[in-house]
């Protein structure tokens, strides 16, 4: 079974070796025939704590690897740097 990849932007790198990061998905609602966006934040593992706030990066589910952690960073699509 493959394991589920989201694509989503770095918020915050202030911890070791974790990153916060954001994907957004789009949703319609049906009654009223109108779009919107939805927000999740994901704890990341980021082994060589290459990650920047602004980088857009695609994660990947895996074993636990703390309370809250889940993730893991797969590849980077875009550099940025948010200031």
Not at 64 to 77: A, E, M, T, Y
Request: with cysteine.
């Amino acid at each position: 079974m493959p394991r589920r990849q989201l694509k989503g932007k770095v918020l915050s790198n202030k911890m070791e070796r974790t990153a916060v990061v954001q994907v957004e998905r789009i949703k319609a609602l049906p009654l009223y025939h109108k779009v919107i966006k939805r927000r999740k934040k994901y704890l990341a593992h980021d082994e060589e704590n290459e990650a920047r706030p602004g980088d857009v990066v695609l994660i990947e589910e895996c074993r636990p690897l703390s309370k809250n952690k889940h993730w893991r960073i797969v590849s980077w699509l875009v550099r940025g740097d948010i200031r």
